[in-house]
């Protein structure tokens, strides 16, 4: 596999570089204020229901998923919410999985504390046979280089 990586590594890099250091490094700053609202918060974050259609479906077809996410004191724009989809392999494990983000439907009720939401993805059926879901909660924020930046993320148990 070839990269372009002065087009995906370097440009992207830099020009994260320059909005960080904007006008005094606000940016910098901004970030930082969001990390750390991430680091106190992130312990309440958790999925707590994840649901598929069950309902036969044809090869090609996407499948809804539904999850239920609890987000504690955090928005639903400070995450990103991902459905991983896939075959799932002998070894009961996803192989490639495909990675869709889920929309937020709104607020949804549930058993434990917290403020939770309903979020709505469509899984593909790109592969004959078993497939399988889970779904995964990331920080979101404009200028975080990847949403995996600071090592937080709550997966479906």
Do not use: K
Not at 29 to 55: N, T
Not at 94 to 119: F, I, K, Q, T
Request: charged share 25%.
């Amino acid at each position: 596999m070839v990269r372009d990586y002065v087009g995906e590594m370097y440009l992207p890099a830099a020009r994260r570089a320059t909005l960080l250091a904007a006008d005094g490094w606000a940016g910098a700053r901004q970030l930082a204020a969001f990390r750390e609202q991430i680091s106190r918060a992130w312990p309440a974050v958790r999925v707590e229901h994840v649901g598929a259609d069950e309902a036969t479906a044809d090869l090609g077809d996407r499948r809804v998923v539904e999850a239920v996410v609890v987000l504690g004191e955090l928005a639903p724009e400070q995450v990103e919410v991902q459905l991983a989809a896939g075959h799932v392999g002998q070894t009961g494990e996803l192989e490639n999985p495909e990675l869709v983000e889920m929309s937020c439907s709104g607020p949804a009720e549930h058993a434990s504390g917290g403020d939770a939401y309903r979020y709505v993805g469509n899984a593909p059926l790109d592969v004959a046979g078993r497939m399988g879901v889970t779904v995964r909660v990331l920080p979101r924020h404009d200028l975080m280089a990847s949403p995996v930046d600071f090592g937080r993320i709550a997966w479906a148990s």
